[in-house]
């Protein structure tokens, strides 16, 4: 599950918290001062909490990317929603 970054001790809390926790991972995703790995770890764990919905990660994250007032937040969070969907499945990439 976590091939391409380090393994965060948060993500698994974070993970049990669910959906409450989505707000505050994509402020760590937007952040300036966050660290790629553990923005995609924030992104990667947005996207185990919304595994029920397959193209939840991304939409949110676009969702968050047009809403954001900050340009580099706004790139950030786009950043993220392409990254993710580039992992997804070719079936679902379409509606993404």
Do not use: Q
């Amino acid at each position: 599950m976590h091939a391409y970054w380090p393994v965060y001790p948060a993500e698994d809390a974070l993970f049990l918290i669910g959906k409450p926790a989505i707000p505050d991972l994509i402020a760590v995703v937007a952040a300036s001062d966050t660290s790629d790995p553990v923005r995609a770890s924030a992104a990667w764990t947005l996207h185990t909490i919304l595994s029920g919905e397959p193209t939840g990660a991304v939409a949110t994250l676009v969702k968050g990317s047009k809403a954001a007032t900050d340009v580099g937040a706004s790139d950030r969070l786009l950043d993220a929603a392409k990254s993710l969907a580039n992992r997804c499945p070719p079936d679902t990439k379409s509606s993404a």
